[in-house]
């Protein structure tokens, strides 16, 4: 899918290894609504307090973005180099410097060298293609193993808004080699403030749902650019309609890079949603899905393909949710494996294990204590997970 | 050592596994005064439930433990099984039931068999003697690799009094397969309040420090019993001075096995002290050393000897502590690797890689900020974790 007015390219800048693509551009012919979410990690990287700072102005018209160096806990000298290197992008498309939205992942706390910058800058701009966004999507990657793209179509009053979103993982964070990134530009002709509410809430359900190790990027950072040139009636505060429905396909985008972010996550071999139901309190239900979906135990056991509900009901206690330990049912699919806080013999755990062996599952916690639910996507923790960390960098 | 009074056995029940000792005793001659500590864990194990309600008359006689079963999420039933192995070992004994504590460890959430524990009774109580703790150490274990054992003698007033006490792990909780479970015996003269006191804040020193992998078991038990066969002068609030000889040496024997359990952490090859020192704030100083002992990225880093202070500090960025990432400094044992956020260079990083190789070291992370401190234990997180867990009860 092409969207209008965008464009995107990639070159092999040599930031850190060679022979790969690692600086990335997309670039908008028009000034872009432009919002984003970032870490909320007390540590942010350099380009995200440069673009928390830029945001301010609702509106950019490019993003440089590079893998190899996370630029982050590099002080001063780290926003310079963010600042300079922006400012070169802004030199060779011709736009404001301060259009320039910057992004980085790899490696935390060394000092990033412009040159490779300087000498790719202009190959970077040539190559600037409506296609270029696979290439993109390739040069942003670090761990992961496969490149993410997602694509999604919407009728705003009659008109037809096309959505291209990438990402990469390869988990909710490996602070020094990866980062959650995601760029999404749209033709939508939407407001600041509907484009804002419409990343907060689909970044909250969706990338703020997903888990690999419980770890939080220095450089997480979402952006979305939306340049109207699918001439639609304005999405705004006036058309709750046409917010809804934007913020649907942007949902939807989101989710579909979350799940393949997990499904990518370091070593994983198992998608696992994690549902808790029947909770009194919303926050509750959510910590006690965070709790089971980042235990070591739990996620052992998927690895291991081993339907050990007694290590789920472990997490859940430790969790700061209230419950009735002896309210709780427990499901793998639709296989009910603990009743009234009970397991329900040989015979279900075998049909539990049949589950177990499958790539995607579903595990459902009810507390059978209210009506509050919560779902978090996890993967399983294995042998790759530890081999990836613990080699990496040596 | 043996202590004067106390005397332990273990047999082969056979309760999952044969041919290995899994059903130990403890024995006082006379009610000893007993105080504990237990799992905060909202799902709390049937022997937990019984020991705390038991517990509330300050004494006991006799610690009943099995390995193979955690007795956990087994319901009424489950506590009906423990009060009947309970009772099996007070008729034997000829003491009160009440005075019998029972603790278990192995797998949630099945139901435990009486069966063995009928068969094995009389034997168990035969083998009772002075010299039988090592025995009942090993009785305990379960993915545990070594037995557990410390010892301390202090002098009150001027009369010798010695403790002994025997713990398993081999995490902070594994909780279908392990537990963390510690039994003290001593021969002091000590009340019941300052017992408790010392077990309290010295539990919070020191196995509440630790951490595998951050789950919390459902069975986690400390029992100190105290039989006041040395004679010594009465430990309690009237005497300021025994009680801080009596907790020290408590302490002490609390750290030795607490250590232990880190080192036999399942998969461990290292044992890392993370201090983190300069905090505003005590709970925000825990609540960092907490959340960098338990991240995954760190661990394996750990696993990996590699001196990635990008992953530390990170945790740090997402832990609850307040502080300013441009004062932190993180030293490995001596090495000072980052000072005011900023990276020390390739040289120190070489150094800090030498220290990495150690198997035991100390990370020190100085917010700069103020005057609390925070101590936690952890161990790296290599393939036989992930082996360990994924391939247990298949």
Same mark, same amino acid.
């Given at each position: 899918?092409?969207?209008?007015?965008?464009?995107?390219?990639?070159?092999?800048?040599?930031?850190?290894?060679?022979?790969?693509?690692?600086?990335?551009?997309?670039?908008?012919?028009?000034?872009?609504?432009?919002?984003?979410?970032?870490?909320?990690?007390?540590?942010?990287?350099?380009?995200? #307090?440069?673009?928390i700072e830029r945001l301010q102005q609702g509106k950019a018209q490019a993003i440089l973005?590079?893998?190899?160096?996370?630029?982050?806990? @590099?002080?001063?000298?780290?926003?310079?180099?963010?600042?300079?290197?922006?400012?070169?992008?802004?030199?060779?498309?011709?736009?404001?410097?301060?259009?320039?939205?910057?992004?980085?992942?790899?490696?935390?706390?060394?000092?990033?060298?412009?040159?490779?910058?300087?000498?790719?800058?202009?190959?970077?701009?040539?190559?600037?293609?409506?296609?270029? &966004?696979?290439?993109?999507?390739?040069?942003?990657?670090? @761990?992961?193993?496969?490149?993410?793209?997602? #694509? /999604?179509?919407?009728?705003?009053?009659?008109? =037809? *808004?096309?959505?291209? $979103?990438?990402?990469?993982? %390869?988990?909710?964070?490996?602070?020094?080699?990866? #980062?959650?990134?995601?760029?999404?530009?749209?033709?939508?002709?939407?407001?600041?403030?509907?484009?804002?509410?419409?990343?907060?809430? $689909?970044?909250? =359900?969706?990338?703020?749902?997903?888990?690999?190790?419980?770890?939080?990027?220095?450089?997480?950072?979402?952006?979305?650019?939306?340049?109207?040139?699918?001439?639609?009636?304005?999405?705004?505060?006036?058309?709750?309609? @046409?917010?809804?429905?934007?913020?649907?396909?942007?949902?939807?985008? &989101?989710?579909?890079?979350?799940?393949?972010?997990? +499904?990518?996550?370091?070593?994983?071999?198992?998608?696992?949603?994690?549902?808790? *139901?029947?909770?009194?309190?919303?926050?509750?239900?959510?910590?006690?899905?965070?709790?089971?979906?980042?235990? +070591?135990?739990?996620?052992?056991?998927?690895?291991?393909?081993?339907?050990?509900?007694?290590?789920?009901?472990?997490?859940?206690?430790?969790?700061?949710?209230? &419950?009735?330990?002896?309210?709780? %049912?427990?499901?793998?699919?639709?296989?009910?494996?603990?009743?009234?806080?009970?397991?329900?013999?040989?015979?279900?755990?075998?049909? /539990?294990?049949?589950?177990?062996?499958?790539?995607?599952? #579903?595990?459902?916690?009810?507390?059978?204590? $209210?009506m509050e639910t919560a779902e978090v996507f996890t993967c399983d923790l294995s042998y790759?997970? *530890?081999?990836?960390?613990?080699?990496?960098?040596?």
């Amino acid at each position: 899918m092409k969207i209008k007015g965008f464009s995107a390219s990639a070159v092999q800048a040599g930031i850190r290894y060679a022979d790969r693509l690692d600086l990335g551009l997309i670039y908008s012919e028009v000034p872009a609504v432009t919002a984003g979410a970032f870490t909320s990690s007390k540590v942010k990287a350099a380009p995200v #307090t440069l673009d928390i700072e830029r945001l301010q102005q609702g509106k950019a018209q490019a993003i440089l973005v590079n893998s190899g160096n996370a630029n982050a806990c @590099t002080g001063e000298q780290g926003l310079e180099i963010a600042r300079k290197t922006g400012a070169m992008a802004a030199r060779q498309l011709a736009i404001e410097e301060n259009l320039v939205q910057v992004a980085s992942t790899g490696v935390i706390g060394e000092t990033m060298d412009a040159a490779p910058f300087t000498r790719a800058m202009p190959e970077l701009v040539k190559r600037l293609s409506p296609e270029g &966004f696979s290439d993109l999507s390739q040069a942003i990657m670090t @761990t992961d193993t496969v490149a993410k793209m997602s #694509t /999604a179509t919407v009728s705003i009053a009659g008109t =037809e *808004v096309n959505l291209l $979103g990438v990402a990469k993982g %390869s988990g909710m964070i490996m602070p020094d080699m990866a #980062t959650m990134l995601c760029f999404v530009v749209t033709d939508a002709q939407i407001a600041f403030p509907a484009l804002k509410e419409a990343i907060t809430s $689909g970044v909250n =359900e969706t990338f703020n749902r997903i888990t690999v190790d419980g770890d939080t990027s220095t450089n997480d950072t979402v952006l979305v650019m939306a340049n109207g040139a699918a001439g639609n009636d304005w999405i705004d505060e006036e058309n709750p309609g @046409t917010k809804t429905a934007f913020s649907a396909a942007l949902h939807d985008v &989101f989710k579909d890079l979350a799940l393949q972010i997990v +499904a990518d996550g370091e070593g994983a071999t198992k998608v696992v949603t994690i549902r808790v *139901v029947g909770a009194r309190k919303k926050e509750g239900a959510m910590n006690a899905a965070r709790t089971i979906a980042n235990s +070591a135990l739990v996620k052992t056991a998927f690895f291991g393909e081993d339907a050990n509900w007694g290590r789920i009901i472990a997490a859940l206690g430790r969790s700061d949710c209230q &419950f009735d330990p002896e309210k709780v %049912s427990i499901a793998f699919n639709d296989v009910v494996m603990v009743k009234n806080g009970l397991g329900q013999g040989a015979e279900v755990e075998s049909s /539990a294990s049949e589950v177990l062996k499958l790539d995607e599952f #579903t595990v459902t916690v009810d507390l059978h204590d $209210g009506m509050e639910t919560a779902e978090v996507f996890t993967c399983d923790l294995s042998y790759d997970y *530890v081999k990836i960390n613990a080699d990496y960098r040596s």
